[in-house]
């Protein structure tokens, strides 16, 4: 029962935070931000996710093939086998 109602307390406070945020975006007026702009915003982020996704895959590719192990100190596979 405690869990629960944890969890509607901290759900409690995401509305309220977004709430908060959204009344604080939509308060500001401002010039119109021309259409250049919102196409310029959109490539940005799309290329930031873009490279962060390409590297975290390099990231995982590295760990699993033991690229990570080898560049840590750790000795060669075959070096292993002659101990």
Known sequence: MGA???IAV???ILAGAGYVAYQGWTAVEGPEMPTS???AMWLGIV???VV???????LFYSH???FDERA????EP???KRD
């Open 64 to 66: 699993r093939h033991g």
């Open 47 to 49: 290329f930031s996710i």
């Open 78 to 80: 075959d070096e292993r």
């Open 37 to 39: 702009l919102y196409v």
């Open 52 to 58: 962060g996704a390409g590297l975290m895959a390099l």
């Open 72 to 75: 840590a100190g750790e000795r």
């Open 4 to 6: 629960w109602i944890l």
């Open 10 to 12: 901290m759900l409690a």
